[in-house]
């Protein structure tokens, strides 16, 4: 093994992200380096209990009350669940844009406690998984590192759909008023965070023809989650330090046994998520169930932080949260509100997708997911029985696209994207310098 490095990862203060690092973080761990992850409060011990050291920050004041992991984006998404029955261009003023701000409000408010937890920790390489900047983290002067674990249309490409739009790749008419819309509600914002960003000092923001960017690319290298099958053509390649990772699944989840009363019973093993996020949203995830109730399938069903909500039928099983990576190579159709994670990790599993998806990048996935052919995209909230149901039997009965997928995860597994991303993360750790796509890792 090479010396001993402190790798410090910085996730998203939401379970994808989070998850995504801790895949990567526990092969660096098992090497033999300090491996330390910078957390909100309320993820206290959780990455602990996973063998790793923690930094605790916060991204807001403290509130008068306990909170859960991920509690303020729980209660965020939930209050704002009436937008996601809207179109993606509505979403944008009323969903998107205060997202943004919010995300933009607690890069603001942890910054200098960011700088407080880098000069502790002295790392040789900060690797995070955010959407929005962290100024201290560029301003260092330290080697870091950028995952994206979002749909890669978050690369904006005058040949690919703009970024939580949702739109046809084959179909352009939309794209040019989604992005005049997308440019006007976020300006002012934009303008404002570019100003933080540059008197914390780290450099300024980019603006380009195609939109605003909020976050750096790193100079020492970037990597993104997503199979070269599904991935977008590109007018431009993206930079030299861009590396694709066709699916970054975790190995620290366990293993996971189906109950005795839904072994061997009849129809096939579906799998039900609408992520840590979507699931807060139990109307939804009520009439889902109940629409399942009559397939004839057997139903695992990741029922999310308010889980005492949701009722289950004599043919289901399930939890608050369950290790999905133990339960995905057990089922045979996957119901995903389309989250990179989720989508990436069918993919390396070869399962077929039925995505009912909320926000942000998930309606990109689910467009991507139906275009390709892996899979079917409806409206979460206005999908009938029939049409759930319907393309479930199609789904499971194509035989071809069994074939297909089952040679996308033999690929995918016989060259595991966390090896792979830990390689070229220790090679910035050990020389200090970017790591150049189509050059060997050490």
């Given amino acids: 093994m090479t010396d001993r490095r402190t790798i410090v990862f910085f996730p998203e203060g939401a379970f ?7 895949g990567i973080g526990d092969v660096l761990r098992r090497r033999g380096h300090r491996v330390v992850f910078i957390v909100e409060e309320s993820f206290a011990g959780t990455l602990e209990a996973k063998g790793f050291e923690e930094r605790l920050m916060r991204l807001a004041p403290p509130p008068a009350e306990p909170e859960v992991p991920g509690q303020f984006w729980i209660d965020f998404i939930r209050d704002t669940a009436p937008v996601f029955r809207k179109s993606t261009f509505e979403q944008i003023s009323e969903f998107i844009q205060p997202t943004w701000q919010a995300l933009i409000d607690g890069a603001k408010y942890v910054d200098p406690r960011l700088v407080e937890i880098i000069d502790e920790l002295a790392p040789d390489v900060i690797v995070e998984d955010n959407v929005v900047c962290f100024p201290a983290l560029p301003a260092s002067g330290r080697p870091w590192v ?21 739109l046809p790749t084959a179909d352009r008419s939309e794209w040019s008023a989604f992005r005049a819309e997308y440019r006007r509600a976020h300006t002012d914002m934009w303008a404002d965070f570019d100003a933080f960003v540059r008197e914390r000092g780290a450099p300024g923001l980019a603006d380009g023809e195609l939109g605003q960017e909020f976050i750096h690319e790193s100079p020492w290298l970037n990597l993104y989650v997503y199979p070269a099958e599904a991935d977008y053509e590109r007018a431009r390649p993206l930079g030299p330090t861009w590396h694709r990772l066709d699916s970054s699944v975790r190995a620290t989840d366990g293993t996971w046994e189906l109950p005795e009363h839904l072994r061997g019973g009849p129809g096939k ?3 039900l998520s609408l ?49 999905q990576p133990a339960i995905l190579p057990r089922v045979d159709l996957v119901i995903t509100h389309g989250g990179n994670n989720t989508v990436t990790e069918c993919f390396h599993f070869g399962k077929p997708m039925i995505v009912l998806p909320l926000f942000w990048d998930q309606v990109d996935n689910a467009q991507r997911v139906e275009e390709t052919g892996f899979g079917r995209r409806f409206a979460a909230y206005d999908v009938t029985q029939d049409e759930l149901l319907g393309a479930a039997d199609a789904l499971l009965a194509d035989g071809a696209l069994r074939a297909r997928l089952e040679g996308i995860s033999a690929r995918l597994q016989a060259a595991p994207g966390t090896i792979r991303a830990a390689d070229l993360i220790e090679r910035v750790a050990n020389t200090g310098q970017p790591v150049v796509r189509g050059l060997a890792v050490a």
Wanted: hydrophobic share 40%; charged share 15%; glycine share 10%.
């Fill in 16 to 22: 994808g992200p989070t998850n995504n690092c801790v």
């Fill in 146 to 166: 950028r995952i994206l674990s979002c749909n890669p249309a978050e690369l904006k490409d005058e040949l690919v759909p703009p970024f939580s739009s949702g």
């Fill in 269 to 271: 093993l579906v799998y």
């Fill in 275 to 323: 992520g840590s996020l979507g699931s807060a949203d139990v109307a939804l995830m009520q009439r889902l169930v109940d629409m399942l109730a009559t397939s004839g399938h057997r139903v695992i069903v990741s029922k999310g932080p308010l889980a005492d909500q949701i009722r289950l039928h004599d043919n289901m099983t399930g939890g608050q949260f369950l290790p």
